[in-house]
């Protein structure tokens, strides 16, 4: 990673920076992270997949994902929802409100698995609601997609609501003068410039939902076949010493998320040539 | 809005946004036209809709742990806190911020620097290594230390032999702390220092200054805003960090356990009002850390207007 020699360079530091930041990193990140994949490398192909596509490891995949794009699907509707009414609308209680939209990203994992299981349990401020209604949500997969939802939903309303700032009220007001209704103006003229930013929230709450642990695991309840999220099952593998099949198990979620954080890079540049923002 | 506005994009799975546009309220702009106000049947329901949403799934789960970690009353609640494991657990939570927040400190200035101020190949590819913590599952983090200095590990047998532990004892809980907050402050400074150019520390350097003349008297009071930012942030998950931590822990109680992993244990031998008071403590954390973000926010987009007005 050399610099082109061509320019002669005013600032020092240079080097110092750049070596400390290579180290660091290969160092913190890359060599732990290399020592996945060639722990993977001790087991033939057929160990492998033998390990990761166990029946238990598959329903937990399907619980995950599907729990995760469900939970990121519906923060994609509410935060745009949230968003919106943050930038066009003036209410009481806004400033807090908008402070307290990032408590997700504050306020540790486990704090809000106790407190989302509290909740949702059948004695519960909202369990003993739904409870008549036959429905139960604490210890069941229903559990899982409410932890993913409550820390989903920062990352679709700070990706949205710097883009809706930003719209010229130009363009909704040259369609409105030329007839068209207000739905039409959103479904037409808004939503347009907002979807590469709300695709970006939506890929962004879906890869934290997948990897998502501390929030989910009190609420879950952890039923096998049932209720266990992926990120258990390398726990679960860790706790009978098994490191090969955590390990499996891990470089399967490292190569999704290294596929979603390619979309997401492309997401952003996306955004950026809608909306004319630099990145 | 003026074309100087600098925002950042939201980050793989911390913090987001740091932004200091005008800190005027911008609904004024768009509730004053007709053609861009809906009506207020369409308004007062988006604004329930989404105010529910809001107390339901964030505002509830902080006031039940509140609520419930007073259930049994002001004794109990300070028995939970003053408890020796308790006690312990604070410690070593405090320990692992720290370490961790001035490691990442420098790491993320000397990223900024080498990344902001030069022109290199592979430019953009290190700025997406060095997201990459973001973007792995907490779990993972923890688990590929053990991989590299567990007892089965690459350098266990050698660590074994020198009679060094660093799983399921306080290095590795402090080595999976950094791993998790380690873009924070990267992450927030490259943007900053990119948009801020390099002239003024080129004319420093032309009139003499040394590198850390520079960097202290010149580029720091520029940044400070956005580095305290990122501080609050690595802090803030530093202190609460749960599934790494978790992993190459042990749950050995007294020595390797921290804030939230002694808030895991309580619950998990039914002792709620004393989980939920030792959680009220990481809740209280939590909103001072918000309080102290809208706060950092607020200065610096008094700074960055400031400046605005000063330059043209």
Redesign the interface.
Not at chain 2, 12 to 17: E, K, L, T
Not at chain 2, 33 to 39: F, I, L, N, V
């Given at each position: 990673m050399n610099a082109p020699a061509r320019s002669f360079r005013v600032l020092p530091g240079f080097r110092l920076t750049l070596g400390y930041t290579l180290a660091y990193l290969s160092l913190i990140v890359l060599v732990p992270l290399a020592a996945v994949f060639l722990k993977t490398f001790t087991l033939t192909f057929d160990q492998f997949w033998a390990v990761v596509t166990a029946p238990r490891v598959v329903a937990s995949y399907k619980l995950s994902f599907g729990m995760s794009l469900l939970a990121a699907a519906i923060n994609a509707v509410f935060g745009l929802m949230l968003a919106w009414a943050l930038v066009r609308y003036r209410f009481p209680g806004k400033k807090l409100i908008d402070a307290l939209v990032d408590l997700p990203f504050a306020l540790p994992t486990a704090v809000a698995g106790i407190a989302l299981t509290a909740l949702y349990a059948k004695n519960g401020w909202i369990g003993q609601l739904l409870e008549p209604l036959g429905i139960q949500v604490a210890f069941k997969p229903l559990g899982v997609l409410v932890a993913l939802v409550f820390i989903g939903l920062p990352f679709v309303v700070r990706t949205v609501q710097p883009i809706l700032e930003d719209l010229d009220t130009e363009l909704e007001e040259a369609a409105a003068s030329l007839g068209a209704v207000r739905w039409q103006i959103f479904r037409h003229v808004i939503l347009p410039v907002l979807l590469p930013a709300l695709l970006t929230g939506f890929a962004l709450a879906f890869a934290r939902a997948v990897g998502e642990y501390g929030s989910v695991i009190f609420i879950a309840g952890n039923i096998p076949m049932v209720s266990e999220i992926t990120p258990l099952m390398i726990i679960t593998k860790l706790e009978q010493y098994d490191y090969t099949g955590a390990t499996a198990i891990a470089v399967v979620m490292l190569m999704f998320s290294f596929t979603l954080l390619l979309v997401i890079n492309g997401l952003q540049a996306w955004t950026a040539k809608r909306t004319g923002r630099n990145r | 809005?003026d074309g100087e506005?600098y925002?950042e994009?939201?980050l793989?799975?911390?913090?987001?946004?740091m932004?200091w546009?005008g800190a005027g309220?911008?609904?004024?702009?768009?509730?004053t036209?007709?053609?861009?106000?809906?009506?207020p049947l369409?308004?007062w329901l988006?604004?329930g809709?989404?105010?529910s949403?809001?107390a339901?799934?964030?505002?509830?789960?902080?006031v039940?742990?509140l609520v419930?970690a007073l259930r049994k009353g002001w004794e109990t609640y300070l028995t939970a806190l003053l408890d020796p494991d308790a006690l312990s657990a604070v410690k070593l939570t405090l320990i692992a911020a720290v370490i961790a927040v001035p490691l990442n400190l420098v790491?993320g200035v000397?990223?900024a620097?080498?990344?902001a101020?030069?022109?290199?190949?592979?430019k953009h590819f290190?700025i997406?290594?060095?997201?990459?913590?973001f973007?792995?599952?907490?779990?993972?983090a923890g688990?590929?230390?053990?991989?590299?200095f567990?007892a089965?590990?690459?350098l266990g047998p050698w660590l074994y032999e020198h009679d060094i532990r660093i799983i399921f004892a306080v290095p590795g809980i402090v080595?999976a702390t950094?791993?998790v907050t380690?873009p924070f402050v990267a992450r927030e400074l490259i943007?900053l220092m990119e948009a801020q150019g390099?002239e003024e520390?080129?004319a420093a350097?032309?009139l003499g200054a040394?590198?850390w003349q520079?960097?202290w008297h010149v580029t720091l009071p520029n940044i400070k805003w956005g580095l305290m930012y990122g501080v609050i942030?690595t802090n803030?998950r530093a202190?609460?960090?749960?599934?790494a931590v978790?992993?190459v822990s042990g749950h050995i109680r007294g020595e390797t356990n921290t804030?939230?992993?002694h808030?895991?244990i309580l619950?998990n031998e039914y002792q709620?009002a004393a989980?939920?008071a030792v959680?009220s403590l990481?809740?209280m954390?939590?909103?001072v850390?918000?309080?102290l973000?809208?706060w950092v926010e607020h200065r610096a987009a008094a700074a960055h207007n400031e400046n605005q007005d000063g330059t043209s």
């Open positions: - | 809005m506005t925002r994009e939201p793989m799975s911390g913090a987001v946004a932004q546009s309220d911008s609904a004024a702009r768009f509730e036209k007709a053609a861009t106000r809906e009506a369409v308004k988006i604004i809709l989404s105010l949403f809001f339901v799934f964030l505002l509830m789960p902080l039940a742990v419930e790491f000397a990223a620097w080498a990344i101020k030069f022109e290199f190949r592979g290190l997406t290594l060095i997201d990459l913590p973007s792995v599952s907490p779990v993972i688990l590929i230390y053990v991989l590299v567990g089965q590990g690459w080595l950094v791993f380690f943007p390099k520390e080129e350097v032309v040394n590198g520079t960097f942030l803030a202190m609460g960090e749960f599934g978790s992993v804030l939230p992993l808030v895991e619950y709620f989980a939920f959680a990481l809740a954390l939590a909103l850390t918000l309080g973000k809208t």
